[in-house]
């Protein structure tokens, strides 16, 4: 049996499963501050007899082994889980192997195992939801390099009638500064499931979105691109993506049908906590 952890920035997701990535039990748990959340999560996998543990996690977070902070969470902006160290807490309650990485990560070796890129060598996931990000698989692994890659806050080319001036703190109008969820919302001054009758708002969001994708695509190459997050809930977000990356690329490369090379997750919601299970698989084999 494997335990999994899907931290978020306002649920942590936890789940025992078994050696296919089938979930057994999973429970919910709201994100707020580690010594109320974190013994919540510690009591639910002491109930089963897990092997190893795979956490994907908001970010960011480091994922170098080298490093003096491995497995801690680092400069996220929600500051009683700054400097927290999951792996190290987790390996003192339970005592198994732990697989530790990005939430959109997990989900990307979820959806490569079991969902909509299943059986191909890479893939990209890209989450739209509070925030933005993206995993990716290279040659069947994980893309990783110093760090984990920070695909949702590159810059993009702001649209000429756009006067938001963003909301990233760090950059303000990155990609997530100009187009995840809260920005949405403070752009047009409403919530964003609200929206879904203005046509310019989705058609503004899938011009941002193209020119990340078309980016990923061109730097990656992926074989398949998924696009989850509660933005994505929005029907008309991925037509305007396909309109918007069609005129982007130009006929300058041959991809796949859109349709079909962009897709939602075949994992629907569980991406994450499938992906954050197989982590903990391969954690165990590790060891
Ligand atoms: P999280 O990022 O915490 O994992 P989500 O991916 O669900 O959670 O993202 C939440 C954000 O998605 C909210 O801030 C909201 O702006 C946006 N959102 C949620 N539901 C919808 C919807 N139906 N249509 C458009 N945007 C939505
Ligand atoms: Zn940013």
């Known amino acids: 049996m494997f335990g999994a952890i899907e931290a978020g920035g306002t649920k942590f997701v936890c789940a025992a499963g078994d050696e296919d990535g089938r979930v057994v039990e999973r429970i919910q748990i709201p994100t ?3 010594e109320e959340t974190m013994p919540q999560v510690i009591d639910f996998l002491k109930k089963y007899p897990v092997k190893a543990i795979g956490i994907g996690s908001f970010g960011p977070i480091d994922v170098n082994k080298n490093s003096r902070n491995y497995g801690y969470i680092t400069s996220t902006p ?3 889980w700054r400097d927290f160290p999951f792996v190290q807490t987790m390996e003192k309650a339970l005592q198994v192997p732990i697989g530790f990485t990005t939430d959109v990560n997990a989900a990307a070796l979820g959806e490569v195992t079991h969902g909509a890129a299943k059986g ?3 893939c990209l996931y890209m989450t739209v939801g509070t925030g933005i990000g993206a995993g990716a698989i290279v040659h069947g692994s994980l893309l990783q390099g110093l760090s984990h ?8 080319r702001r649209h000429p009638e756009d006067a938001y001036q963003g909301n990233c703190p760090y950059h303000s109008d990155c990609l997530e500064g100009l187009a995840a969820g809260p920005a949405i919302e403070e752009r047009w001054g409403a919530k964003a499931s609200e929206l879904a009758g203005k046509k310019e708002v989705w058609e503004l969001e899938g011009y941002y979105l193209a020119q990340a994708l078309m980016q990923y695509s061109f730097i990656l190459s992926p074989k398949k691109i998924i696009l989850g997050g509660g933005v994505m809930h929005q029907e008309q977000v991925l037509p305007s993506i396909y309109q918007n990356l069609k005129e982007l ?4 490369v ?4 859109l ?3 962009i897709a939602r997750p075949g994992l629907g919601d569980d991406a994450g906590i499938i992906g954050a299970l197989i982590l903990a698989q391969q954690a165990w084999r590790q060891k």
């Open 120 to 122: 191909l060598d890479s």
């Open 149 to 156: 890659p920070e695909m949702g806050h590159i810059l993009v």
């Open 254 to 257: 041959s991809l796949p049908e």
């Open 78 to 80: 929600k500051t009683a």
């Open 249 to 252: 690329i130009h006929d300058y």
């Open 32 to 34: 707020t501050v580690p």
């Open 259 to 261: 349709d079909s090379y």
